[in-house]
């Protein structure tokens, strides 16, 4: 049975520096949304292309906070999924895909095996089901391949982005990163939060570089949103 005690997976390139539970398998959480963006990245999408938020995307939790019917640039919802960790712009990604989400998520899964992710196994787009399962290990390999995807590694050393509307009034609507080593200026690139009851507080991010390292951090099974960036932010540095 898991202990209170985080999970910490640390890597500094290839070499693994700290091994805490790391192949524990545990609710993966919203950080499920850097598989999601994966799978759309291979998907031939028009990433201008307007998709409209539904009522069908609105699932709780973290949203993007504008109304249902409202129409974006889908390069805007993948920022909104990124950097907010909105849901109903995930949902709505996943279902203007042009596949059905059964299938999307079945990409999901054969995405995470092509990956390494042995431990794995993911059923909803957004992170919000507690049986997208995976540890630690398969973390890293996840964060690791969605920062060598350009797209997505732009959009996480973005703090701020400001998507506007698709309508003859556009609406502007701002939204932070809830990435805060990134937000503090500490050398990061990627990363991304998760938090579900049965998860507690997950975070995994990379380095930028600027350490000459490219160092890994996934930290899971945190009791707050603070200890879970603090245990984070002491990996990065750490010699």
Known sequence: EISDKPIIFVKDGDSVMTDE???EPWSAASITKLLTALVLSDLSLD????VQLTRADELGGARLRVA????????????ASLMGSANNATHALARTSGISLAQFVGRMNKKAEQLGMVNSRFVD????DPQNISTAQDIALLIEAAHRETRIADIGLKTTYTLSSIARKPQNHTITTTNLLLRSGDPVGLGKTGFLYESRYN??????GATGRARTVVVMNCPTKASAYALAKKYIYQN
């Open 68 to 79: 249902v019917g409202s129409r974006y640039r889908r390069i805007d919802l993948l920022h």
């Open 47 to 50: 990433w201008d292309a307007p």
């Open 21 to 23: 539970q790391s192949d």
């Open 203 to 208: 975070f995994t991010v990379v380095g930028d």
């Open 125 to 128: 787009p957004t992170g919000l």
